[in-house]
Structures are given as structure tokens and as C-alpha cells.
């Protein structure tokens, strides 16, 4: 499963942040399938942090260690730049303007890194 939602982040966001412009602009299951990776890595932060963190042995969350370390931040920041991602490739799987569309992936891809940084970031402080 971790495997699995890194490399459709790491893909989705490559994709998204250096493919040609006429590339993502023709295809209209680009967002759609960007947006399902990006609910997927969602998904993959959030059973991340609820996994006991084995450092303390004594039922702390990961969540609960990332609050008290710091890394909280990041996390917040990698999960509402998802969503508001997820919200603009829903707009733009039903937009027909270019450049905003264009902009919304891109924007995207940098949410996919965002993503990454926050689950990464959630273990981090021991």
C-alpha cells in the first residue's frame, strides 16, 4: 500500500508538473485521474496517521507525535493543498479554458509533493 501511493504521487505529480502543455490539455482523464491519486494519497496520510507509533510503545498515534513534535504543520499544510487541489481538477475535468486548466495541474503536481512532504513529515521528530 505504501508503495503503491508513493509512486502514483511521485507519477501523478511528475505528470502533472512537466508534461507538455498540449499533452494535458487533450487528454480529459488526466484531472480526473490526478484527482483520484491525490484522494488516494489522502487516504494514505490518513491511515498513516493513526498507526501506532512504535517509538513510544504505549498506543500513541502517529498523529498524536506529530502534534507534539511539530510536524502537525506540514501535515495540515500537505492535506488542505490535496483538497483544494482535488476541488480545482474537479473544475477543471469540466473546464474548456486553457490556461486555467493548465494552471490547476500544475498547481496540482506541486500538491502531490505537498502531500508527500506531509506523510513524511508525520514521522519525522523522534
Not at 484531472?31 to 498513516?48: K, M
Not at 473546464?95 to 486555467?100: K, V
Request: hydrophobic share 55%; proline share 2%; glycine share 16%.
Amino acid at each position: 500500500m505504501d508503495t503503491a501511493a508513493l509512486l502514483g504521487l511521485v507519477v501523478g505529480g511528475a505528470v502533472a508538473g512537466f508534461a507538455r502543455p498540449g499533452f494535458l490539455l487533450q487528454r480529459q482523464w488526466i484531472p480526473v485521474a490526478l484527482a483520484a491519486v491525490l484522494l488516494g494519497g489522502l487516504g494514505w496520510l490518513i491511515l498513516v496517521l493513526t498507526e501506532e507509533d512504535d517509538y513510544y510503545g504505549d498506543g500513541t498515534t502517529v498523529w498524536e507525535h506529530s502534534r507534539r513534535s511539530g510536524g502537525w504543520v506540514w501535515v495540515v499544510i500537505g492535506a488542505a493543498a490535496a483538497a483544494a487541489s482535488i476541488a480545482g481538477l474537479v473544475w477543471a475535468a469540466s473546464s474548456s479554458g486553457g490556461r486555467r486548466r493548465l494552471l490547476v495541474l500544475r498547481l496540482s503536481g506541486f500538491a502531490c509533493l505537498l502531500l508527500l512532504f506531509g506523510v513524511f513529515a508525520a514521522g519525522v521528530g523522534h
